[in-house]
């Protein structure tokens, strides 16, 4: 079965500094891969996602994001952070042959210090 | 452009009452739709998906049941809610299963059981 690991609950960055929030897959198939933002008592905005293609994937917000097979790994990236990023951030990962279900991973909440 | 409301926001309900929360996509037809639960402290958990009215899949054995009586309606129902039955639901659509297919929520419905 398809899951999806964020192995950090919790990261606390300052703002201005670089943000990487770490997501592993597990499944043999290539993936269709997500990144989804959650603001406190709010639905789910997409940030980015993967098909296919160029692995360095572009998304809103300045975030970024790249696929590694090798790694099965779905990593999200920022530059420099600013305090409105504070939020959960969840991945996300489907396949065809699964009914191009998504599966979420368990969430990363962002903490910005200022 | 295509839009997705979903309520009521916030609902509190007693132990053994029903439950109906309504969901109305716009703006594109025969969408795909979802009911996706996150519980306090955990991540998204896929209830029940629709790919046509009247098709209902459940993802897991549980109180609640989903109904699909209009392409772009979706309702999740309970005759007699618990206590477990509390979490942050929300609703999500997408178009296209042969390819990526992308999942766009709504604001989300907080249901307190009491």
Same mark, same amino acid.
């Given at each position: 079965?398809?899951?999806? #690991?964020?192995?950090?609950?919790?990261?606390?960055? /300052?703002? *201005?500094?670089? !943000?990487? +929030?770490?997501?592993? @897959?597990?499944? &043999?198939? #290539?993936?269709?891969?997500?990144?989804?933002?959650? /603001?406190? *008592?709010?639905? !789910?905005? +997409?940030?980015?996602? @993967?098909?296919? &293609?160029? #692995?360095?994937?572009?998304?809103?917000?300045?975030?970024?994001?790249?696929?590694?097979?090798?790694?099965?790994?779905?990593?999200?990236?920022?530059?420099?952070?600013?305090?409105?990023?504070?939020?959960?951030?969840?991945?996300?990962?489907?396949?065809?042959?699964?009914?191009?279900?998504?599966?979420?991973?368990?969430?990363?909440?962002?903490?910005?210090?200022? | 452009?295509?839009?997705?409301?979903?309520?009521?926001?916030?609902?509190?309900?007693?132990?053994?009452?029903?439950?109906?929360?309504?969901?109305?996509?716009?703006?594109?037809?025969?969408?795909?739709?979802?009911?996706?639960?996150?519980?306090?402290?955990?991540?998204?958990?896929?209830?029940?998906?629709?790919?046509?009215?009247?098709?209902?899949?459940?993802?897991?054995?549980?109180?609640?049941?989903?109904?699909?009586?209009?392409?772009?309606?979706?309702?999740?129902?309970?005759?007699?809610?618990?206590?477990?039955?509390?979490?942050?639901?929300?609703?999500?659509?997408?178009?296209?299963?042969?390819?990526?297919?992308?999942?766009?929520?709504?604001?989300?419905?907080?249901?307190?059981?009491?």
């Amino acid at each position: 079965a398809q899951s999806v #690991t964020q192995p950090d609950i919790h990261i606390t960055v /300052s703002e *201005g500094a670089s !943000l990487e +929030l770490r997501c592993n @897959y597990s499944y &043999g198939a #290539t993936p269709y891969l997500f990144w989804y933002v959650q /603001s406190p *008592g709010q639905g !789910l905005q +997409l940030l980015l996602k @993967y098909f296919s &293609g160029d #692995t360095l994937v572009q998304g809103i917000k300045g975030f970024e994001a790249e696929f590694k097979r090798s790694q099965s790994s779905f990593n999200l990236r920022k530059p420099s952070v600013h305090w409105s990023d504070a939020a959960e951030y969840f991945c996300a990962v489907a396949y065809k042959a699964a009914g191009n279900k998504l599966t979420f991973g368990g969430g990363t909440r962002v903490l910005v210090k200022p | 452009s295509q839009t997705i409301h979903q309520w009521p926001a916030t609902l509190v309900q007693p132990v053994g009452s029903p439950l109906s929360l309504e969901c109305t996509v716009e703006g594109t037809s025969n969408p795909n739709l979802y009911w996706y639960r996150q519980a306090a402290g955990r991540g998204l958990q896929l209830l029940f998906y629709s790919v046509g009215i009247g098709q209902i899949s459940s993802e897991v054995p549980q109180n609640l049941s989903a109904s699909r009586p209009q392409d772009r309606q979706f309702i999740l129902s309970s005759k007699k809610l618990l206590l477990s039955d509390s979490g942050f639901y929300l609703c999500a659509w997408s178009v296209g299963i042969s390819s990526g297919n992308t999942i766009y929520f709504g604001e989300g419905s907080w249901l307190t059981v009491v």
